[in-house]
Each structure stands twice: as structure tokens, then as C-alpha cells.
């Protein structure tokens, strides 16, 4: 693309009188072209003349005005055109320092000015370097949805995909389809006055899906494996608990082998059929949606709650079974048990949530339909009925058969149930004929590898350690989503619901799956970068295969190929450039984002040579938490430090650390990596992006060291995006450390 440049300077919204816009203009100069400006680019009339130079030849425009997270539509000047964005009113002028002792109205317009200015040199590096993005394309698309589970959510998920217009096919590995919804005797209230418990409908909804001639149903089978990427995965099947060459081999004992080798003991690993993606039976299809669902935890290791060695102790589920094969009989007084109490008084059982609370009261219904003269009672330390449900909760208190009271169970000793901290303000001692311990749901993510999926970075999910088996890639920002791009979850695999949540969760998986294919088939990113045409190009000539972006990757969109060679899968792809920020030898990058646009940004700072006082600090801020931060200061007229020049980037998993030592060899005085928060409450859109910054972060002090600076000129800091009026003080004080540490001996060469 022959480039033809335009640049525009906003003097509106406080800018003209901000800073020296003939500073403004001369810094544009780099393009070649003289920098138009106007007082509202925003505008009709500011629209109109850019657009009037778009119709006269210009498809690359660099406008240098507002932040590039806003005014997105009125800056756009179509697909085939280049359009980049210089932040100086948020980035400059609005974050400006007030005047003070320090510093006169005349020195912080000055200050304000260098900044503005070195922001739109930044902008016009960036417009030389970016070029348009080429869509990936499939050769063909697969439209057809599978959905692994045939539960209420499964079903659910194939219904709404195949009311959409699209080829379901639902795989179950039980002989029927329908999951624990076969299983209860009633369900809760749907409707008003959410009064009575109802009939279930899972009949109705198994006689919907069967009938709808979009949908196949495979009962009795499983996923062997599953290669491919969005729009087109290749799925193997196999008969229900039949072993394949990727399952885990049975373990076997040395008594066991002992047997084996006597003949007395069949070999659990001899015969294993063999299932390969390879099998001309493969199934193509284009997203998939995981619905397997949840089992009861495991509450056996309650040993002062006696499930599996006291026979009056049972779970929620099994209580279940009873009432729906009829078995309630004689009972005349049970009580339910909803958190473990001993020394955890204050906590649920694991994996509990309002599900349990509700499913109690279900059941201790079922106790007094059963019997008039039964009595129900409910020991409880949290009680959760969300919406319209609150109002079946109260309607279970008017029941005076029923007794609900906040209470820590210490014992239960044959029909004994004794309990402390109660509301009563005493303790209890309760005989029963049946205790019920509300487990929780456990999802089926935790135990078996049902995904099978053959991608390089392992055959399911990677455990983000937090979720405890839940497969979300993040549960806040983007429900559905796994760390596999294309594959969705919903229902109690994803987490602990009932049937309505169930219901709307697989509506939006459903929904979710559709958009994977449509997306692939545009060749853009489904999420977090919703719509981006750009994916990561490799120079395969200069790789090392040092494994360094396939390990760093947090979506398994890359394999490798026989030789070892990194393999991409664009379709899997994210965007968010964590394999370009982790290769050594810097071949990796996409058309608009890669290490020399953003090192030509950096070279495009003015760096002062011989004053103290203008120190320059570069600070790489994540475009989902770290700059959307910094906005919202700015837009709060938040003082934020102006020697600092900020480069927004993609994740801070993208950020090569060549840039750092490249910006401190070049006299740059400090740098700072600004992302989101990880660990145990992380809020990484690309997972781990801060997490692998700060690692890298480490290893580069050594070669700092090496060339005389200190390490303390780097540093990493996470923000959370409502952190907006911490980051101004998070900002100001890594300013400080580097003016304690003062000028970058390099400055001058």
C-alpha cells in the first residue's frame, strides 16, 4: 500500500489553551505533510475535513485529539483506510500537573506541550509503520455446532444453536439424554407467586430437541479426540468408556502386575482400541460447547458428619434419588445440613452456592408432602435464594413444619445431630431419622479430561489454580469462554446453577459458538479483540525453535510442526501477543503491532540531553485495564506526572523486553509496565499477560546491570481498571525512584 498521510491536531476541549499547538504541528512534521488543525475534529466540520482529503487521496490518517478509545465511529473512514490515533487530551492535557510553587502556569504549559508534542510524534511513527491487516481465511468452514452433554444445559445450548439455523450434533455418553434433570422428583418454582414446586419439564424439553430435525443425538458415545481449530475442528468419537491411545493408562500396582503376569488378572491397558484424529470418520464441524456438567462432591472427609459410615447420613443427591423412586416413607423428622461446621463453622460446604440453599428447601418440602406430621429441619450458616426465588423462601418460613436456623454442626452420632452458635443462642441436639449433607457440585473439568483435545499444550484445560477445575478463560469479563478459542462451557460445568441459570448459560454459550464460526469465517477475533483482522506473522527463516512463544501462549494457538517449528492455528488466536513479546529473536508480529513500530514509536521520543528536571519515563499500559486507567483520570482531572510518554499496548504479555533495554540504551531514564492485577484475583484478559511481564521483568536486571544502569530503572505495577484514582499516586511514585536515581547515563550517545 503506496501511504498517503494526513495529520490532524484538535485545539478543542481545553487543548488550545493547554499547550503551544505550533509545537503541536512542527512535531507532526516527520510525515512530510503540514498538520491541519481544528478547534473540533469531532464535528461535522471537523469530520468533513478530514473526509474531504480521504476523498482526495489520503488512506492514512493520523488523528491526534482525544483518547482512541473514544470517538471510535467518528474517526472511522473505512476498512481500506489506515487511521491512528495520537492521545492529547487525555494523554497530555487533561492528566496535566496544576500550577504551583514548584511549577508557575507558564512551566506546566511547557511540560504539557513536550508531552502533547512527543504523543503525536508517537502517532506518526506508528502510521509509517502500520500497514492494513489481511484477513486469515479458511479454505472452508465447518458451520456445524457439537455439544458435548445432553443435560438441561447441553440440550438447552443444541435448541437455541438450532433454532438459529444451525447443524447440531449432541453427545452424550449415557444411553438417554436428559442428565440429573431425569433424576429430581420436582423443581423449583418458574413462576408466580414461585409458591409450589412444579412437575419437571425436562420430558418436554428431550421431545423438542429430538424432534427438531437440526440436531443429532449420539447417546453412548464420547469425544476420543479433537484436533482443528475454530470453523474447523476434526472430531473422533468412541463408544462410551471405551480406551483410546490418549487416554491416561490405568495404573497398576505391584501386586497387581504380579497378578497379571501369573494370569490370574487382566491387563486394563492390553486391547486399548485406537482412535485417532486421522480416522476418515472424523466429524468437522466449527465451535464446540461443553455441557458435561457437574457430580456431587465428596463429603466423606467430614468424619464428625459420618457420610459413609453412619447409614442415616446422606447427600443432597442421593436424597434426590430417594424422593423420586418413592422412598420417603417412615420418615418422620430430617434434618439438612448445609455447611461442614467444626472448626469451619463460617463456611459452606465446598462448591456450594445458592443451588444448595434451594435444593434444602426443595427437599424439606418434600419431607412435609410426604408426611403432614414430618418435620424438616435446616442448619444452615449462609441461606442464598436469589430473585423471584426469595419469594419461595419465604413462603418455606410460613411453614411451621419447617425449622431454618443459623447453626455450626459439631456431631452427628447415629440420628443425632448436635450443633452450636445457633440464632437461638444455645446449643442443639437434634433426633432425626435421616441427616442430609448438601454437597456441593463438583465440576466434571476436575476429573476427567473429557475435552481431548490435541493441541501441544495438553489434551484439556490448564488450571489457573483459582476456578478449582472450573474451565473459564475469565469468569468475569467473558463467560463461556475457555482458554481454547472455540470451545465454550456452560451449565454446571461452568459453575453451580439451577435449571433457569442453566437455561440462560447455555443460551449464551449457544450464542457464543455461533459468533466463533462467523468470526473465523471473516477471519477476525472473536475476544477479547472482538473484530480484529490482524494475527501474528512468523519469519520462520530466523527461528531458533526455542518453544518460547508455543510454552508462553495462553490459548494453545500454536502447535508444532514435525520438525519442531512453531505451527499457528490463526482461527485459535486471540491477539493479544504474548508470542511476540516472548520471541528472543524478534520474528514475530502482526501488520499494525509489532517490535519495530513500537520501537519506532519509542526512538520517536524526544529524550532532553542536559536538563534534570525533564526526565523521560516510558510506560507500557495494557489497553484493558492500565490505559483505560489512565483515561479515566485524566477524565476526572486527575494530576498524572507528565515526564511520563505512554505506549498502549495489547497485554503486557506482548511487551518484548528488547524494547526496555532498547528505550534505556537510547537515554530514556525509566520504564514501567502497567497491567492488569494477577494471582488469586486476576483480572488478566489474556490470563497470565502480567504475570509473564513480571517474570521477564526479573531476568532483565542482569542485563542492565551489564551495561551500567540499575535495575531499579525498570519496574511493574498492576492496576485494576476502577483503580483510576489510585494510578495517578502508583505513577508519582515510580517517578520519584527514578529522579532519585537521576539521569540515564547514556543520554548524549
Sequence with gaps: MSKVFGTYICSGCGIGDAVDMEELVSAASGLGVVAKTHEALCSAAGRGLIQADVDGGVNTVVVCACSPRVMQQEFN???????????????????????????DAATVKEFTTEQAADNVRMA??????????????????????LVMGGGIAGLTAANEAAKAGYKVTIIEKADQVGGKALGWAKQFPTKAPYAELEEPTIGALIAEVEGNANITIKTGAEVARIGGSPGDFSVTLKPAGAKSEWDAPAKVGVDEQDRIE????????VGIKKYTAQNPDAEKFGSVILATGWVPADVSGYEHLGHGTNDKVVTNAQFEKMAKEGKLAGLNSVAFIMSPGGEEH??????ANSVTSMVALKQAKYVRE??????????????RTPGHLELFYKGVQQDDGIFLTKASVTAVEGGTVKAKDTLLGEDLELDVDLVVLAAGMEPTTKYENSINLAYRQGPGFLDLGLFDGYADSHFICFPYETRRTGVYTCGGVRKAMNMEETIDDATGAALKAIQAMVSADRGVAVHPRSGDATYPEFFMQRCTQCKRCTEECPFGALDDDAKGTPLPNPTRCRRCGTCMGACPERIIGFKNYNIDLVASMIKAIDVPEEDDDKLRILVFACENDAYPTLDMAAMRKLSVNNLIRVIPVRCLGSVNMAWVRDALSAGLDGALLLGCKYGDDYQCHFVKGSEIADKRMENIGDTLSSLGLEPERCGVRQVAISDYNKVPEIIEEFVAEILELGPNPFKGF
Design 77 to 103: 473512514f473505512g476498512e481500506d483506510k489506515i487511521t491512528v490515533r495520537g492521545n492529547i487530551r487525555e494523554g497530555a492535557v487533561w492528566g496535566a500537573e496544576q500550577p504551583s510553587e514548584a511549577r
Design 124 to 145: 506518526c511513527a506508528e502510521a509509517k509503520k502500520t500497514e492494513l491487516p489481511v484477513p486469515f481465511q479458511l479454505e472452508t468452514l465447518n458451520e456445524a455446532i
Design 262 to 269: 501369573k494370569g490370574t488378572m487382566e491387563d486394563p491397558n
Design 346 to 351: 463460617d463456611m459452606d460446604f465446598p462448591y
Design 370 to 383: 410426604n408426611n403432614a406430621n414430618a418435620k424438616a429441619y435446616i442448619l444452615y450458616q449462609h441461606m
